[in-house]
């Protein structure tokens, strides 16, 4: 098998003309190194698995215009059960841009839903008003003759150069407040770099291949077709995020194994990192279960070496992370991973149903949970369904983080965590 250094320098002249266009097209930052740790912070013994954060689902997402809503909602409807079109209610969510998440929403983790595009272009044209009049001619009844696909959603052409892609389904759902993936990464940069106090901020990647089997040709149209994620990618992947980050700001698996043979072994014996020491600081976790994590373990086996963690099953020699997006999942439970040193990530809301519905009952459930990371799409209320958001009970609105509720840590503070 290739190693990681030998993958990466078949990729060097690519991965120069990346870092090109991330300086032409991104407010690129060069990466800066950690701050030392603050002696009087006030939670200095306070573990980072010890907290509780909210996060974003779908961080990039700028959810449909309302016409090119309704020709997603007719094409859904002529589906039947079981298709790869989505319910479209589920796409009705948006998210403001990365910075504004850190800063007014107190946003500590975010997920990127990231996609192959090597020599560039492949996602450059989606659906667009060709399709709008031939949706207007097959279903007349059901859209608008203004049908249009709303503003250009690439301003700055950025989707013709090479580099992973982010955005959320090819074709329908594709607005995104950082559509290359060296765009998002510069973002978080500059908003870390000029906050250097911050939590540490997870950032979950979800590398999607999925193929929309529907024919939708009567519209003249067809779905693009992504490129599988290979073990290259990744690494790729890598590369880019050390352009953004020093390895000083990175919480990094090797820097949580300390030596120990499995990364499981070394959060049980030394524990993970201090949130002093942490403050300022990135990680990043693989979503992806399957094949392409199974790459990525095999090319890092306990993780030695890796910068991302992975979702792995417990007992795993990588393991320190679970993904467990149902704040009810058993066998084992969420408090139970935590109790045994897992960081987990769990969902509060899922395809707008419980804004919709008002329902807190999956909310209430993962704050309960001791899950490390709860991720919503409603940090703040969207009030045409209603006024269902997720913030910390009892605490004000703002609050960034609290004492993880699994742990009962009578000197831990929530007010002082991230003051």
């Known amino acids: 098998m290739p190693t990681a250094q030998n993958i990466r320098?078949?990729?060097?002249?690519?991965?120069?003309?990346?870092?090109?266009?991330?300086?032409?097209?991104?407010?690129?930052?060069?990466?800066?190194?950690?701050?030392?740790?603050?002696?009087?912070?006030?939670?200095?013994?306070?573990?980072?698995?010890?907290?509780?954060?909210?996060?974003?689902?779908?961080?990039?997402?700028?959810?449909?215009?309302?016409?090119?809503?309704?020709?997603?909602?007719?094409v859904y409807a002529t589906q039947p059960a079981g298709s790869d079109v989505p319910n479209p209610e589920g796409l009705v969510y948006s998210h403001p841009p990365l910075a504004e998440q850190f800063g007014p929403q107190g946003i500590r983790q975010i997920e990127l839903d990231l996609f192959v595009d090597r020599v560039g272009g492949k996602f450059a044209a989606p659906f667009g008003p060709p399709t709008a009049l031939n949706l207007q001619l097959i279903f007349p009844a059901q859209l608008p003759p203004e049908l249009m696909i709303g503003p250009d959603f690439d301003p700055l052409g950025v989707m013709a150069d090479p580099g992973p892609k982010t955005f959320h389904i090819q074709d329908i759902d594709f607005r995104s407040s950082c559509l290359m993936f060296a765009n998002c990464l510069a973002q978080i940069a500059a908003w870390s770099n000029d906050n250097p106090n911050h939590l540490p901020i997870f950032i979950l990647l979800e590398l999607k291949e999925d193929i929309i089997d529907v024919d939708v040709s009567a519209l003249g149209v067809a779905f693009t077709v992504p490129d599988p994620w290979t073990l290259a990618d990744v690494l790729e992947l890598e590369d880019l995020i050390r352009g953004a980050f020093h390895d000083t700001r990175m919480i990094q698996p090797n820097d949580v194994r300390n030596g120990h043979p499995t990364l499981l072994e070394g959060i049980q014996a030394e524990g993970w990192p201090r949130v002093a020491e942490s403050r300022g600081k990135v990680f990043f976790g693989?979503?992806?279960?399957?094949?392409?994590?199974?790459?990525?373990?095999?090319?890092?086996?306990?993780?030695?070496?890796?910068?991302?963690?992975t979702s792995s099953p417990p007992g795993s020699p990588e393991a320190g992370f679970r993904k467990v997006n149902d704040p009810g999942a058993s066998n084992p439970s969420i408090p139970e991973l935590?109790?045994?040193?897992?960081?987990?990530?769990?969902?509060?809301?899922?395809?707008?149903?419980?804004?919709?519905?008002?329902?807190?009952?999956?909310?209430?459930?993962?704050?309960?949970?001791?899950?490390?990371?709860?991720?919503?799409?409603?940090?703040?209320?969207?009030?045409?369904?209603?006024?269902?958001?997720?913030?910390?009970?009892?605490?004000?609105?703002?609050?960034?983080?609290?004492?993880?509720?699994?742990?009962?840590?009578?000197?831990?503070?929530?007010?002082?965590?991230?003051?």
């Open 9 to 74: 320098r078949t990729r060097l002249v690519t991965l120069l003309a990346l870092g090109s266009l991330a300086v032409a097209c991104t407010d690129f930052v060069p990466p800066e190194p950690a701050q030392e740790p603050d002696p009087t912070d006030p939670m200095a013994d306070l573990r980072i698995n010890e907290i509780q954060v909210i996060g974003s689902h779908n961080s990039y997402k700028t959810q449909p215009s309302p016409l090119l809503q309704a020709g997603i909602e007719a």
């Open 286 to 309: 693989l979503d992806n279960e399957g094949a392409i994590r199974d790459d990525y373990v095999n090319q890092y086996p306990t993780l030695d070496g890796a910068l991302i963690f």
């Open 338 to 419: 935590v109790a045994n040193g897992y960081m987990v990530r769990t969902r509060a809301d899922a395809d707008t149903v419980e804004s919709r519905d008002n329902d807190p009952t999956r909310r209430d459930a993962a704050l309960a949970s001791g899950a490390q990371f709860i991720s919503t799409d409603y940090r703040t209320p969207n009030t045409d369904f209603s006024n269902y958001q997720v913030v910390f009970p009892g605490l004000p609105a703002s609050t960034v983080a609290r004492c993880n509720p699994i742990f009962l840590l009578g000197d831990c503070t929530s007010q002082n965590i991230d003051p």
